[in-house]
């Protein structure tokens, strides 16, 4: 067991989740030890996003206006048609962990079901991620 390659894709994958499974594929883990990573990884920084979440909004955010970007308006176009299943969903596809968390906190949504939700998706987006890019490796480089 090396846990530094471990570590790596876990590290990757708190930030953006596709790059757990194509470091994972780099340097030559199995597909269910990236996979398991990935999630890992992701769950990660959901878990310090929710746990701390209320301290940072009411520590830097309290009188800040808010500001209606792109991706927020998205947001709330995927929160009213889909609610926190649909965030959670596209949280490793569109958004990164820290994205999808901390738009799940703000529409405030309850913790456990976020908590749920999110690795529910993760550990399906790891397996189907992992596995496509591990098949597609061998259709190419074979």
Sequence with gaps: MNFAKYLSVIAISMLKFAGGPLTGLAI???????????????MI?????????DFIRNRFYKDKPKKFTKMTRYGVKIRQKFG???IAFL?????????????????????????????ISAAAWAIVQTLFF?????????
């Design 28 to 42: 030559k883990l199995s597909w269910i030890e990236t996979a398991i990573c990935s999630v890992v990884g992701m």
């Design 45 to 53: 920084t959901v878990f310090l996003i929710v746990f701390s979440g």
């Design 84 to 86: 926190l299943t649909g």
């Design 91 to 119: 949280t490793p596809l569109l958004f990164t962990p820290p994205v999808g968390t901390a738009l799940s906190m703000a529409f405030r949504f309850d913790k456990k079901a976020i908590l749920l939700q999110m690795f």
């Design 134 to 142: 591990f098949y597609v490796k061998d259709l190419i480089f074979s």
